[in-house]
């Protein structure tokens, strides 16, 4: 693909040549990037179970009897040039001292991650330990600026569970007043907006669409259209796919902005603009 770049921008009147390079070498950088989302929480949340419905593959090992996650199980999903990486981490929990391993192993990863999603039941009532490890290893990271969300998984197992609408895969109307009442406890537990605290349920695909969403619209603009493409094709809304081409494009504008200016400036931009369009569109629609 360099090459084909390189040689279009050649051919764009009053480009400065010495840029061509490094505007290439952005744009191939941002196209391929592999974004990094880190999944945690107690063991038996579901974490596997939600890797597997948010890119519509068994990525992740699952068991309803033990502890599969042992280390951190990193997936890599190849679409196009580049591909996401999952990090399905082991859950807390299980025992004191592989507690003390993991509150280790978790602040290792996390400075390497550009997501974090951390998983609680939405009919555990017991989450002493999510709000200890939350706030000791996983806080500090969040008040630097990194995007997470807790999620309320399984929540199709909140109570009235007979009241679960099967046809229409959604919570019945007591079911969705306690998961309402849940992530007004859990925002205000963990301090965090109650914006990011989503239910979902991925055997019964509910509020994955809205999850992935709101995991586009959080990450920096130069980031989202990694998650945006690897996502399974269902779970993206046309919403967020429009955010993550409109992060990728402005992007793309700041860097051009970084070495064009005076009165050619624009009409500079406008060049460059006009190649995207006829180059770099239709290749990313072919990851959609």
């Known amino acids: 693909m360099k090459g084909d770049l390189t040689s279009r921008l050649k051919n764009i009147p009053g480009f400065p040549q010495e840029r061509i390079e490094l505007l290439t070498e952005r744009i191939e950088s941002i196209l391929s990037y592999q974004a990094k ?49 999952l990090l399905d981490c082991p859950g807390v929990g299980e025992t004191l001292q592989r507690d003390d391993e993991y509150e280790a192993l978790y602040t290792s990863l996390l400075p390497q991650l550009d997501l974090v999603l951390w998983l609680i039941k939405a009919d555990d009532r017991a989450i002493a330990i999510d709000q200890r490890f939350f706030a000791a290893v996983v806080r500090p990271h969040i008040d630097s600026g990194k995007p997470l969300f807790i999620i309320l998984s399984q929540c199709d197992k909140i109570e009235p569970v007979r009241e679960w609408n099967v046809l229409n895969s959604r919570p019945g109307a007591k079911q969705a ?13 963990f301090e965090i907006s109650i914006d990011r605290v989503i ?90």
């Not at 306690?178 to 406890?185: D, F, I, P, S, V």
């Not at 793309?252 to 569109?281: L, M, Q, Y």
């Open 199 to 288: 239910p979902v349920s991925g055997n019964e695909n509910y509020n994955v669409i809205h999850l992935v969403d709101q995991i586009i619209f959080a990450l920096p603009k130069d980031k989202k259209i990694s998650v945006a493409k690897n996502v399974k094709a269902q779970n993206c809304s046309d919403e967020a796919r429009a955010d993550a081409e409109k992060g990728f494009f402005e992007a793309i504008g700041e860097e051009v902005g970084k070495f064009v200016g005076g009165s050619d400036g624009k009409d500079i931009g406008k060049r460059v603009g006009a190649f995207i369009d006829t180059f770099v569109v239709p290749f990313l629609k072919k990851w959609w």
């Open 177 to 189: 007043a306690n998961l309402r009442t849940k992530q007004n406890e859990v925002s205000a537990l």
């Open 37 to 85: 989302v880190g999944i945690f929480g107690k063991t038996g949340a579901g974490k596997s179970s939600l890797c597997n419905a948010l890119f519509g593959e068994d990525v992740a090992e699952v068991s309803d009897v033990q502890a599969c996650t042992r280390n951190p199980q990193e997936v890599f999903l190849n679409v196009g040039s580049g591909g996401i990486k």
